[in-house]
């Protein structure tokens, strides 16, 4: 069975960085995507990226702040996070979904545990 495993979430100041990984056990998937929720909020997809890592889409929030990429060799997909605000706070959950289309409006099929990013002002 396919599981999802990400890493790399902790505490970091504003205006910091952080890069999560997720890697892919199992059978392997097309397009990735990373989602977050932060406590009383609803899940927010945040970035996406197609299936050769050609295609990439990010959430009004975190464009230009985020990137999103993928290692297809080693199953991995990273999430790179600069400039960190405190709203960036939240469970951040790695994505992913049969079809080789991103998305950030549509759905995924299989879903991490998720990783605490926590950012402090």
């Known amino acids: 069975q396919a599981q999802l495993v990400e890493s790399g979430g902790g505490l970091v100041q504003a205006g910091g960085s952080v890069t999560l990984s997720c890697i892919v056990t199992?059978?392997?998937?097309?397009?990735m995507g990373w989602s977050r929720q932060a406590p009383g909020k609803e899940r927010e997809n945040v970035a996406a990226?197609?299936?050769?890592?050609?295609?990439?889409y990010y959430a009004d929030s975190v464009k230009g702040r985020f990137t999103i990429s993928r290692d297809n060799a080693k199953k991995t997909v990273y999430l790179q996070m600069n400039s960190l605000k405190p709203e960036d706070t939240a469970v951040y959950y790695c994505?992913?979904?049969?079809?080789?289309?991103?998305?950030?409006?549509?759905?995924?099929?299989?879903w991490g545990q998720g990783t605490q990013v926590t950012v402090s002002s």
């Open positions: 990226i197609s299936t050769t890592g050609k295609t990439t």
């Open positions: 994505a992913a979904r049969e079809s080789h289309l991103p998305t950030i409006t549509g759905t995924y099929d299989a």
């Open positions: 199992g059978r392997a998937f097309n397009a």
